[in-house]
């Protein structure tokens, strides 16, 4: 059994988010496991650029409420105790609502499994894409 030293906070970079989030790292597991786990806050309005995961995401929110947005338009509204799963490849973005923080754990694994990146970062999202109509899990 090992006890992990505890990371400090960190600021998430402007080039991959829009708005102030806030991150703590849980895990980040080295080979020949590639388990990732972070705690991450966002601010009213906050938003991760577009990205996928090679190995896909799993996001359960803790509270606030979360907005996870994907290629087709789709938009849902997800509440604390919601876990929404991203599949290998699938572009996506999440973020909170205008009027409320949000905390989430995200769960990712490290390289994909012809080593490249774990995580490709592309375009910011617009207000058009982070205002569309959305569904909710409730």
């Not at 020949?32 to 972070?38: E, F, I, K, T, V």
């Not at 806050?41 to 990205?51: K, N, V």
Request: hydrophobic fraction near 35%.
């Amino acid at each position: 059994m090992e006890i992990l030293t505890r990371q400090p906070t960190a600021k998430a970079p402007a080039d991959w988010f829009t708005g102030d989030v806030w991150f703590d790292v849980i895990y980040a597991g080295e080979e020949p496991s590639r388990m990732r786990a972070n705690m991450v806050r966002f601010s009213p309005c906050a938003r991760t650029d577009w990205h996928s995961h090679a190995q896909g995401q799993t996001l359960h929110i803790v509270s606030g409420i979360a907005l996870i947005g994907i290629r087709d338009g789709t938009v849902i509204e997800a509440h604390p105790g919601d876990t929404i799963r991203t599949p290998p490849g699938e572009e996506h973005w999440h973020g909170a609502t205008r009027e409320h923080f949000m905390t989430h754990l995200a769960l990712w694994e490290g390289t994909g499994l012809d080593g490249g990146p774990e995580t490709t970062w592309l375009e910011k999202v617009d207000d058009a894409e982070y205002d569309a109509p959305r569904s909710r899990t409730r």
